[in-house]
C-alpha cells in the first residue's frame, strides 16, 4: 500500500515556475515508477511526466517536454515536478501516482493515486 500527498501547487503568471511535491509512504517506494498526470476543466485526466524506479529513466507527455522536469529521491519517499514557462494551458489539478507495471504514459498503469493539488497559470 502507498499513500501519496501532493503539494506546491499554487497562482503564477504565465511564463512563471512551481516545483510540486509529493511525498509517498511506504517501505517499498523504490519499488515504484512514479508519475504526474493533470486535469483541466472539463477535459479528460492525462499523463504529463513517469519516472522509473530507479531514476534512469524519464517520460513526458509532447506538451510538457523540455519545460518540465520529474526526479526522485529514493532516500526521502519523495517525487518533484519542476514546472518552467508554464502557460495558461498548463492550468490543472496535478495528481502524483505511483504503479509497478505497464505503459508509463497510461491511466490504467498507476494503482496509486494522491487527492491533487492545484495549479493555476494566468494569462
Known amino acids: 500500500q502507498v499513500q501519496l500527498a501532493e503539494s506546491g501547487g499554487g497562482l503564477v503568471q504565465a511564463g512563471g515556475s512551481l516545483r510540486l511535491s509529493c511525498a509517498a509512504s511506504?517501505?517499498?517506494?523504490?519499488?515504484?515508477?512514479m508519475g504526474w498526470f493533470r486535469q483541466a476543466p472539463g477535459k479528460e485526466r492525462e499523463f504529463v511526466a513517469a519516472i522509473s524506479w530507479g531514476g534512469g529513466s524519464t517520460y513526458y507527455a509532447d506538451s510538457v517536454k523540455g519545460r518540465f522536469t520529474i526526479s526522485r529521491d529514493n532516500a526521502k519517499n519523495t517525487v518533484a515536478l519542476q514546472m518552467n514557462s508554464l502557460k495558461p494551458e498548463d492550468t490543472a489539478i496535478y495528481y502524483c501516482?505511483?504503479?509497478?507495471?505497464?505503459?508509463?504514459?497510461?491511466?490504467?498503469?498507476?494503482?496509486?493515486w494522491g487527492q491533487g493539488t492545484q495549479v493555476t497559470v494566468s494569462s
Open positions: 501516482v505511483a504503479g509497478r507495471v505497464g505503459y508509463p504514459y497510461t491511466r490504467s498503469s498507476y494503482d496509486y
Open positions: 511506504g517501505r517499498t517506494f523504490s519499488s515504484y515508477r
